[in-house]
């Protein structure tokens, strides 16, 4: 098995997010997916977290954000389809799989090849090997469903790239139909405070980021094509707090009143 880079490595950490939430503070996450994982991960990655309660459920909280888009996506386009993008060792399917939905989540050959090994493909999920960043994976599901509204999410993938390349990215996809896109990201002061603390505590203060969004609505003017935001919200506002730490709850309450960490839905 291919050895894992900094950036994809990365994919450990939100896994460790949703194993800690679904145990300690499943009001947050629960994901019986995760904790079905936990013994397959590799040796010593649990006890050598070092992570705090709050940089945990950061993590836990951008899937719990996303599951929440995908099913108010799914509840407007049952006939809909997500389309996954760097989904590591995302779980998110087996939590919110309708019975039907038809469901594909891209990464890099090594990335989807580690991914296969833990997590072989359910009935409706399917893995695409390629970067994101490429037309490949698109025409691909296009070539497979022509028409149907597609969700694309990015948790967690943006933040290591240009912002010319994130650009480029939604510009291409605006020539592909319906297409809606939701992303985590950070402002630019919530990036300086990613870099010196989150990144650091996570073991991973050696991956470069690069992109933040101030404003989405000056983001979908830099793509242009008529791209409409659909939301734009703080990364907390619909995380339970009851029962969190006294210093979880006033760093989530800080990075909200700050907008520091945010979600954003296009409609490309």
Avoid at 229 to 252: D, N, Q
């Amino acid at each position: 098995m291919s050895k894992l880079g900094i950036v994809e490595d990365t994919l450990f950490v939100p896994m460790l997010g949703r194993i800690y939430a679904s145990e300690h503070c499943p009001q947050v996450l629960y994901d019986e997916k995760a904790l079905e994982l936990k013994k397959k991960l590799p040796p010593g990655l649990l006890g050598k977290s070092g992570q705090s309660q709050y940089t945990l459920l950061a993590s836990a909280a951008r899937s719990a954000n996303m599951d929440r888009f995908i099913r108010a996506f799914l509840e407007r386009r049952p006939d809909g389809v997500i389309v996954q993008l760097g989904c590591g060792l995302e779980t998110t399917y087996y939590r919110c799989d309708n019975g039907r939905i038809r469901w594909y989540a891209v990464d890099l050959p090594h990335v989807v090849e580690y991914r296969r090994a833990l997590l072989p493909e359910p009935e409706r999920e399917i893995y695409l090997a390629g970067d994101a960043f490429a037309e490949d994976w698109i025409r691909q599901v296009r070539s497979d469903v022509p028409d149907a509204p597609i969700l694309v999410t990015a948790g967690g993938l943006f933040h290591y790239f240009e912002e010319r390349k994130v650009v480029d990215l939604l510009r291409m996809l605006t020539g592909f139909g319906a297409i809606e896109i939701v992303f985590d990201t950070v402002s630019k002061s919530g990036m300086a405070m990613m870099r010196k603390k989150y990144m650091k505590q996570v073991g991973h203060a050696d991956a470069q980021m690069f992109f933040y969004v101030d404003s989405a609505a000056k983001l979908a003017g830099k793509i242009g094509g008529g791209v409409r935001v659909r939301a734009e919200e703080p990364y907390y506002r619909h995380i339970p707090r009851k029962g969190l730490k006294p210093s979880t709850k006033v760093s989530m309450a800080v990075s909200d009143r700050l907008f520091m960490v945010k979600m954003i839905n296009l409609k490309l």
